[in-house]
């Protein structure tokens, strides 16, 4: 790859990462069943999703970018996917309420009442459809951005250093940006979301623009540091 | 990574020939025993970390359900829980789990030439894992102590047996999740081959396990544990949190009681799913019908699996639970 291509690897890489935070339905009273989304911060469940992305993706470090870029996408979103289900097993088996949107009237792809399930005095509870898809399309956008960022710094720094030490330092810097990124969204999200089917989801141009920002400047000064200096 | 499987090796050597060894071996590598073995064993191990991690998160009122005995004492409700969120779950693994596997890789290489490959990760990992666990431990009480002293203007005490009674609790889950998180990653680098260093892996993991454990026990500690006077079958209402249950069939509710509860469910149902995730994601590699895109069509069969799953379960309940939120 050449390492203008991998400059702009590491910006379009990082700001899919700070957009798809916004896919991931996410809340910390989800904790309490009090509001809709899995009980945790959408950082955080961003972050964990792209690590597994990552993971996945090195073992396929010698098969092309492709390949790389679609089991760091499939590996996030099984992770994501796994955790709606077995959060909604919890919700099920161990509270006892059913998955339900506190915003939306119908989910927007089974049809189902919403209301009928809410218990009074909260803004929903468990992972409903609607959310479910949502949070898998944004691990699959959190996995591919985090492994262009992986493939890029690695394809800038493997020829001045070993290829052990360029893996390693490669994916620490991809987890950095992966999280530096995460964290943005968190200012228009202020801790919670439903996905795309969300009122906040209208914030996501701030997002694209701090992202990108963001993005911009770490690849400028990873690009200086490997290839000018 | 320092020394290959056969244990000859140095880590420049071991990273030369892992790669012309997969250029010749092709996929049939992934089908070797160990391999399969290995999957197998890292499934196992992500289970036991799933429910450790979970335990030791819900003893100490960790990730989000904190809020609410923050809150209690705001509300008049003093308390006997330990009290220690700084951060989230999963940074706060991601910086133990990493601790510990460093530990465990620079002792490892210390204890190679006395014990042999196998002995010497095990016994590294065992000494990694307990620094890990020590410095959970240290950071538990200033958290604890830092907590209560800013909810001084609402009478919160700070009780010595508070602090000193779930300690050898946060010590035994925190030790026993780092070591099998220690012992995945040298699994992970070791046999089933990722060209990332093994303190890098425990990072990843660690970083994983606190998103899941977060996501899915704490539920059962965050709406049943501390609100068990609510009946069962319905969230809890904003106005109404805080107001979490202070006393217990004797005396005050103390944290050492919290697992007795959520061990029953929210443990083994993070181990459930922190297990899944680290078995079907390597479990999907050993297949080869459909050259290297293999594991990426039986990731799209699993997630389309876990859809029409996530899809009964809403059915389900639904079903089960409709009539009851109606009243």
Known sequence: ?229 | MLISRNGKLTSHHYYTNRNVYRVHAGFNLHMEPITIFAVALAGALAILAGIFEDLESDTGSQSNPNSQVQLAPQIGHLHRYFNKAISGEPPAYGFWSATGATVAVLLQTRFLSGFGEMHSVILASIFGALVAASILSFYAIFAHISRTASMRPFKQPLQLDVILSPLPLFFAYGFLAVLCITLISFITNMVLLNPFPVPLIALLFGITLGTIGSSTGDIHYGSERLYQTFIFGSGIPISKQGDIDVKAEYGFRNSIDTPYFTSRFGGPVTGLCFGAIVFLDNWSRLFNFAGKWTPILLGIIIIILLFIINLSIEIYTRNRFNEFTKE
Do not use: W
């Open chain 1, 1 to 229: 790859m050449d390492p203008i291509i991998a400059l702009f690897g590491i910006i379009i890489g990082g700001t899919l990462v700070g957009v798809c935070v916004h896919f991931i339905p996410c809340s910390a009273v989800g904790a309490m069943s009090a509001t809709t989304g899995i009980a945790t911060g959408p950082t955080m469940l961003a972050s964990g999703a792209g690590m597994m992305g990552l993971m996945a993706a090195a073992y396929n470090l010698d098969n092309g970018l492709a390949l790389m870029l679609a089991s760091g996408a499939i590996a996030s979103m099984l992770m994501i996917a796994l955790t709606s289900v077995v959060a909604n097993i919890t919700y099920a088996f161990g509270v006892g309420v059913a998955p339900t949107s506190g915003q939306s009237e119908y989910d927007r792809f089974t049809g189902f009442e919403q209301k009928q399930c809410l218990t009074p005095g909260t803004d929903g509870h468990g992972i409903p459809t609607q959310s479910f898809i949502s949070g898998v399309i944004g691990a699959a956008m959190g996995g591919i951005g985090g492994v262009l960022v992986f493939y890029s710094v690695y394809t800038l720094i493997s020829p001045s250093i070993a290829q052990a030490t360029a893996i390693a330092m490669a994916g620490i810097i991809a987890v950095g940006i992966y999280i530096i990124n995460g964290v943005l969204p968190a200012y228009t999200l202020v801790g919670k979301t439903e996905g795309m089917t969300d009122e906040k989801f209208r914030t996501t141009p701030k997002t694209l623009y701090s992202c990108l920002i963001m993005s911009t400047v770490s690849g400028i000064f990873i690009y200086a540091a490997s290839v000018v200096i």
